[in-house]
């Protein structure tokens, strides 16, 4: 591998170039370098090293100078990355300083530019999607058909899983069909009751364990996860999967990778007369100059909100909105789950078990809404539930009331059962949900600010009504008190599930992409991050990332072997 | 995002009461107003009398002693480490400095009406009284902080910054919590857990764990 901040050492012209390090971006680069193609992987930010680079990670909470908390200096600088971040893990998101956007809505950008990106911070959870969402556009008229279903996409499942590493127990759900599973973490005493209540209460709802891509025995020389669930601070153990820990060094392995940092992609260039792309315009963020890298394909995974950015950035003669922007799709159908609304229970009994670790997961109850239709309800689509069990500990007890030893013995002892649960629910695709650029505001590079237009509209709202009265059902039919439904009224973004800004679809008058994520007028070019997404489905998204992205792999290089592109 | 951290998480919870009660909130939010002015005008006199003025942030170090005291109030030593033995005051210290400024307001101001309450009461400071003292003079602050109706204070704290005892406690509690005597001997520290076992079952006189 080599790594180059400046021109000198670096080459100019590569096989394929890979735009944005971080889950989809590792897997393109790995990919296409197990292939036999020489990559260039273009990062913006700086290098992260795998372990070398955690500085945090084995630290203990009185190692931290404010303990878990993050100075008020930070937090007046970063007001979005500050309400998602904290001492562990502050060090692998942006400064909202140096790097503005336009919230023409209140929408919260969480980003990680570095090697790695938001593979660092991820939430780990792992499911795939069904046909129930493939379909659902079509069937509903919604937005645009996607362009392929899930027999198209379930052999790259399994290949993504069985490379990274994903606990988990199969289900037989059509809904959400079971992968290749390591050992699944057990659950609690008190999930279990839950579970065995829903499973009592109704024939179409479970509860299982959160499939994670956290290891529960070694794999590919990583692992297991110690369950210390400290993975945003990046794992010394490599317990969970990240591109720092997996793809990248695999793709190292290879001798065919290049990594430079502090490249932000200014344009995609346009061979005019091939009609296709011949490489790209990077600034090196520290010197500001400009340097043009060449390539036969270029893969685009700079993360959905940057991703139509670079494209929409990429003005030529053919392409004067936007490069592939032929549809006027490019920008817009931005969509990120909610997981607001939600419900939580105490319940008495059990005061004799406790648990020992901290499992990195918690459970998770698969849709059961809208599975077959006319269920009477005023929303359409569904919801994954997402929630844990656990005793109350002090960040709990701190509440009651009092002082002195008594308090003090309330606050240091295992306290009541609680389950805590809320619904990760699908967004739909609104064209008028979109991210544009600023013409008048430039960052430091020159480059235009980023305006983003977002809100949930009606079928998300009343979707979050149904997900806090279901929760609180399900939590009294166990026997639950003190329940209390919430509503967090968080804004878009909230959920890091940003997706739908170049979606693919079968026809190039209604979508950017096709059925191969290939940029419809520029075969050469290929989009696999979460602005390909068609529909956003309520599963947590970058398995079907990693999954697409390994798929669009190996087409663009049996595509190349034929002369196609 | 799920458990992306603790503290967010947290956080959340405590925005989660808000918001079903939020047909009361206007009824609330003037019965809150209606104390404030009380409150405020009270603080006034305090200042026209020359004493119980608030204590100034340069000046808080100095009260490092009086903060070791008041903490170790809230969390004694006991068959355990005490707020003191975990020197929780100067946790506090740091963090009054990080903090926003309505609640380092309310903060510096409490502290210093908490001297002078003392010393009105007893002829002597607050770390010269004896353990009923310590422990009359915290009731009388806590009640002070503390709103019987659990709504006023989700209100009042957002309006005018967390009240001085709630936010002693708080800082006690976190400091408490995080440090390592406090992690380690009050409560059980698990540095590498290795496995998780999702049943064990309780021990005599089990401590909780000190990190989620």
């Not at chain 1, 096989?15 to 913006?44: P, Q, T």
């Not at chain 1, 009751?193 to 794999?219: E, F």
């Not at chain 1, 959905?304 to 950015?309: E, L, V």
């Not at chain 1, 209604?510 to 390909?532: E, P, R, Y």
């Amino acid at each position: 591998m080599m790594i180059s901040t400046g021109d000198s050492q670096i080459k100019a012209t590569y096989d394929a170039i890979v735009i944005g390090s971080g889950i989809s971006g590792g897997w393109a680069a790995m990919e296409l370098c197990k292939k036999g193609l020489k990559v260039l992987l273009l990062e913006r930010g700086r290098n992260v090293e795998h372990v070398k680079d955690y500085p945090t990670a084995m630290l203990n909470p009185w190692d931290f100078d404010l303990r878990g908390d993050t100075p008020a200096k930070y937090k007046a600088e970063n007001p979005v990355q500050s309400q998602g971040t904290n001492a562990g893990n502050a060090h692998f998101f942006v400064n909202d300083t140096e790097h503005p956007y336009i919230q023409q809505k209140p929408f919260h950008w969480f980003r990680g530019y570095q090697v790695g990106g938001r593979s660092l911070t991820w939430g780990r959870q792992c499911y795939r999607l069904s046909d129930l969402d493939f379909e659902a556009n079509l069937k509903e008229g919604v937005a645009v058909d996607w362009p392929i279903r899930y027999k198209d996409i379930e052999p790259w499942y399994g290949y993504v899983e069985r490379f990274i590493g994903v606990s988990g127990k199969k289900e037989n759900l059509s809904q959400l069909p079971d992968g290749d599973y390591l050992p699944a973490l057990d659950l609690n005493c008190i999930e279990n009751h839950l579970d065995q209540s829903i499973r009592k209460n109704s024939h179409d709802r479970l509860l299982t364990i959160a499939r994670v891509a956290n290891l529960t025995r070694g794999w590919d020389s990583r692992g297991p996860c110690m369950n210390r669930n400290l993975c945003s601070r990046g794992c010394p153990f490599g317990g969970y999967f990240s591109s720092n820990s997996s793809t990248i060094p695999a793709a190292m392995q290879t001798g065919n990778l290049t990594i430079r940092p502090y490249s932000v992609v200014a344009e995609v260039l346009l061979d005019e007369q091939k009609q296709k792309a011949k490489g790209v315009r990077i600034i090196d963020t520290i010197s500001k100059e400009s340097f043009e890298y060449y390539a036969k394909i270029v893969f685009i995974n700079a993360s959905t909100i940057a991703t139509a950015g670079i494209l929409l950035n990429s003005k030529s003669h053919r392409f004067p909105n936007g490069f592939g922007n032929d549809s006027g799709e490019l920008g817009h159908n931005l969509m990120d789950h909610h997981s607001a609304a939600g419900a939580q229970g105490a319940y008495e009994g059990y005061k004799d078990m406790y648990y020992k670790g901290r499992r990195p997961c918690g459970f998770l109850i698969p849709r059961f809404r809208n599975l077959k239709g006319g269920e009477g309800l005023d929303f359409t689509r569904g919801y994954n539930i997402q929630g844990h069990g656990e005793r109350s500990e002090w960040m709990d007890t701190r509440t009651a009331g009092g002082f002195g030893a008594d308090f003090k013995n309330t606050l240091t002892h295992p306290g009541h059962w609680t389950v805590w649960m809320a619904g990760w629910g699908e967004c739909l695709p609104y064209h008028d949900n979109m991210i544009s650029l600023n013409n008048t505001h430039k960052d430091s590079w020159g480059l235009p600010l980023i305006n983003i237009d977002f809100s949930f509209r009606e079928n998300e709202n009343k979707m979050m009504k149904d997900i806090s009265k279901s929760s609180a059902e399900m939590l009294s039919a166990a026997g639950f008190t003190n329940i209390e439904t919430f509503n967090y009224g968080k804004p878009g973004g909230d959920t890091v599930h940003e997706m739908g800004t170049a979606r693919m679809g079968r026809d190039p008058k209604t979508s950017v992409l096709n059925g191969n994520n290939q940029i419809h007028a520029a075969k050469n070019v290929f989009v696999t991050d979460g602005s390909c997404m068609t529909s956003s489905a309520s599963q947590n998204p970058s398995l079907t990332y990693m999954a697409l992205t390994a798929r669009a792999c190996d087409f663009a290089v049996e595509e190349l072997k034929k002369g196609n592109i | 995002m799920i458990k992306m951290n603790v503290i967010f998480r947290h956080l959340n919870i405590i925005f989660t009461i808000t918001y079903p009660l939020f047909v009361n909130r206007k009824k609330a939010i003037q019965s809150l107003l209606a104390i404030t002015a009380v409150g405020v005008s009270s603080v006034s006199v305090y200042e026209c009398a020359g004493t119980g003025k608030p204590v100034s942030i340069e000046a808080l170090p100095q009260k490092k002693q009086l903060l070791a005291e008041l903490a170790e109030t809230i969390i004694p030593r006991t068959d355990t480490p005490g707020a003191k033995d975990a020197k929780v005051e100067e946790f506090i210290i740091k963090m009054i400095k990080e903090i926003d400024p309505k609640t380092q307001r309310n903060f510096l101001a409490g502290l210093g009406s908490l001297e002078k309450y003392t010393i009105d009461k007893y002829d002597h400071p607050f770390t010269d009284c004896t353990a009923e003292q310590k422990n009359a003079v915290m009731k009388h602050f806590e009640s002070k902080a503390v709103y019987s109706i659990g709504i006023l204070n989700k209100i009042s704290n957002k309006l005018l910054g967390t009240p001085f005892f709630t936010q002693l406690k708080d800082l006690t509690v976190e400091g408490y919590c995080t440090s390592q005597l406090g992690a380690t001997q009050g409560m059980a520290y698990d540095y590498i857990p290795v496995k998780f076992n999702a049943l064990v079952p309780l021990q005599k006189n089990q401590k909780a764990w000190a990190t989620k």
